[in-house]
């Protein structure tokens, strides 16, 4: 079974009404995946479970009841590292093979579009062993790019003076900073320990003027206080904080921050060109 792990189940959810007020959100990272199952009037987290094996998704078995059900609606997050970002000014739909490009794609893959915020779109790629487990149950017209969720997350509120904002979710970390509100920052990274990921967010931190000393470090993903690798953050920079904007209703105990990405998808729509 791996590390796969239900981190809730609310006991009134009936899987047979989920085509009335449910979504289901799905995170795709690697090769892994998380999902969790919403009532879209309320925002109320009514399952939430984390690290299955992508195969579990291609051939559900122990989620079969609840991946193959018949949702109000679908959205699929992936963490694609291959993309780029294209201001609105100078996006054309007409141009997406010359976008794609850019992205060194092989026979096989699969390039989609995104709105990422109001001013950006993003292209990006999927492979073509992701794309068929997608088209087997669903459609790749439900993919989202996983930035464009967490940054939806972090718009909601931001209370800070334009802080680097970080999400770490198994070995990936994505930084964002935005610039008079408008994105000035976007990118992922893949990292194998603490010393990588603190050498991506100087590097960041460098490429773009930002003052770690007075800048505040907003931190997501699948971490906690006592994880070693923001641990070495929290030494090494002054101010770091994690972040508390509440975008799902959560059951008591749970922190909002640890699904801020899934939780994000709920605020995108489905705008996806391929």
């Known amino acids: 079974m791996g590390n ?3 981190n809730y189940y609310d006991p009134e959810f009936d899987v047979a009404n989920a085509a009335n007020d449910h979504e289901l959100l ?3 990272s690697d090769i892994t995946f998380s999902f969790t199952i ?3 009037s309320t925002k109320k987290v009514l399952v939430w479970g ?3 094996k992508i195969e579990e998704l291609d051939q559900p078995d122990e989620l079969k009841s609840i991946l193959l059900a018949n949702f109000e609606s679908v959205k699929i997050g992936v963490q694609s590292q291959s993309f780029t970002i294209i201001d609105n000014d100078l996006y054309d739909s007409d141009k997406i093979t010359a976008y794609a490009r850019y992205l060194d794609t092989v026979p096989g893959e699969v390039v989609l579009v995104n709105e990422l915020d109001t001013n950006n779109h993003v292209v990006f790629k999927i492979s073509a ?4 487990t997608i088209r087997k149950h669903f459609s790749l017209s439900r993919v989202i790019f996983a930035g464009k969720a967490w940054i939806a997350a972090v718009n909601i509120a931001k209370p800070y003076l334009q802080p680097l904002y970080i999400n770490v979710d198994n070995n990936i970390i994505q930084l964002y900073h935005t610039s008079a509100g408008k994105l000035d920052f976007y990118n992922c990274f893949k990292f194998n320990n603490a010393d990588e990921l ?3 967010v100087i590097l960041t931190a460098n490429e773009l003027g930002i003052n770690l000393d007075a800048t505040s470090v907003i931190l997501s993903g699948d971490i906690s206080v006592s994880d070693k690798r923001i641990q070495r953050v929290s030494d090494l920079l002054p101010k770091v904080d994690f972040n508390h904007n509440q975008v799902v209703l959560l059951p008591h105990g749970f922190i909002s ?3 801020l990405v899934l939780a994000g998808l709920t605020l995108c729509e489905l705008l996806v060109a391929s």
């Open 4 to 6: 796969q792990r239900y």
């Open 26 to 28: 799905i995170l795709v």
């Open 38 to 40: 919403i009532q879209k």
């Open 50 to 52: 984390e690290q299955y």
């Open 129 to 132: 062993a992701l794309a068929k």
């Open 198 to 200: 603190m050498y991506f």
């Open 257 to 259: 921050h640890q699904i």
